[in-house]
């Protein structure tokens, strides 16, 4: 029953923004470490950015100062807010959430940057 909702994707231009939500159906939302992961098309996932449950971040060094994590725990969503864009952040977005030994994923959603 545990869901991980991302919208928000699409297509943009070089150097346009984005903004990504992550709805959460997990209970004790705000004890979860939630994250955003990318996989580029022939590549593996890896990390884009991660918010711990005291709301401090920590970010892919390629999307440091363009990209903006956020959590609002009232409303069990994550955000990731992406400016700057490049076409290097093609890719499929997936939500992440891990506490202790519980670990869930989200459906992904497609953002493509291209001109």
């Known amino acids: 029953q545990v869901q991980l909702v991302e919208s928000g994707g699409g297509l943009v231009q070089p150097g346009g923004s984005l903004r990504l939500s992550c709805a959460a159906s997990v209970s004790f939302f705000r004890l979860y470490t939630m994250g955003w992961y990318r996989q580029i098309p022939g590549n593996q996932r890896e990390l884009v950015a991660v918010?711990?449950?005291?709301?401090?971040?920590n970010y892919a060094a390629s999307v440091k100062g363009r990209f903006t994590l956020s959590r609002d725990n009232a409303k069990k969503t994550v955000y990731l807010q992406m400016n700057s864009l490049k076409p290097e952040d093609t890719a499929v977005y997936y939500c992440s959430s891990r506490y202790a030994s519980y670990d869930y994923w989200g459906q992904g959603t497609q953002v493509t940057v291209s001109s």
């Open positions: 918010i711990s449950s005291d709301f401090s971040t």
